[in-house]
């Protein structure tokens, strides 16, 4: 049974960096290098937001939007992957999902959720 | 670009729905295959991955949840609604990088 658990702060300042990890269990990050651990997060009142990806060799996608403040990190000891947003504001307060992406033929979709974790900016 | 409408849809149990999400490319590869797929959100719940590949149900999912369409434009049917259907159904391409969301479409009872 595939479970994805995120963790991180509740609440972060602005304009401090904000960190979260994925961990992982159920199926190996290393079985394949098609295998991507994907961040999706959801504003209050929005919709849903793909941030990025990355696999177990470190290879990543990126919102064009969020790039320039992202780094997405793997620990394949862990089984884990996290994510790390700078500078950020108020527009960064959401749930905060990861989720499995196959990026083989056969995937393009995102299979499994973890339950998300809320944070919240402000000061 | 990915666009869902309506934004909301009021339904009664036991009869269809039906929502439409529209893609600013064809989700057609040359290979067949078809990279768009749903999910629901359910109040309270992360979301979860409903169809797949444009036509396939994921594990778990009553057949009461279909697809139809193909290329640019595709709609998906609920019939016979049920109280538990409630939540915000999202459409995603899949074909390129970034992946896309449509804004969503709330189905209410």
């Known amino acids: 049974q595939v479970q994805l658990q995120e963790s991180g702060p509740g609440l972060v300042k602005p304009f401090q960096t904000l960190s979260l990890t994925c961990s992982v269990s159920?199926?190996?990050?290393?079985?394949?290098?098609?295998?991507?651990l994907a961040w999706i997060r959801r504003p209050p009142g929005k919709g849903l937001e793909w941030i990025g990806d990355?696999?177990?060799?470190?290879?990543?996608h990126y919102n064009p939007s969020l790039r320039s403040r992202l780094t997405f990190t793997v620990d394949t000891s862990k089984s884990q992957v996290s994510l790390e947003l700078n500078s950020v504001t108020a527009a960064d307060t959401a749930f905060y999902y990861c989720?499995?992406?196959?990026?083989?033929?056969?995937?393009?979709?995102?299979?499994?959720w973890g339950h998300g974790t809320r944070v919240s900016v402000s000061s | 670009v990915m666009t869902q409408s309506p934004l909301a849809l009021p339904v009664t149990p036991g009869e269809s729905a039906s929502m439409s999400c529209r893609s600013s490319h064809s989700l057609l590869y040359s290979t067949g295959k078809t990279y768009l797929s749903w999910y629901v959100q359910k109040p309270g719940l992360s979301p979860q991955l409903l169809i797949y590949m444009g036509f396939n149900r994921a594990s778990g999912v009553p057949d009461r949840f279909s697809v139809r369409g193909s290329g640019t434009d595709f709609t998906l049917i609920i019939s016979r609604v049920e109280p538990d259907d409630v939540g915000v159904y999202y459409c995603?391409?899949?074909?390129?990088?970034?992946?896309?969301f449509g804004g969503g479409t709330k189905v209410e009872i």
């Open positions: 990355i696999n177990y060799r470190g290879t990543t």
């Open positions: 989720a499995t992406y196959d990026i083989s033929s056969s995937g393009g979709y995102l299979e499994y």
């Open positions: 159920g199926v190996s990050i290393t079985s394949t290098t098609n295998l991507y």
């Open positions: 995603m391409q899949g074909l390129e990088f970034p992946l896309t």
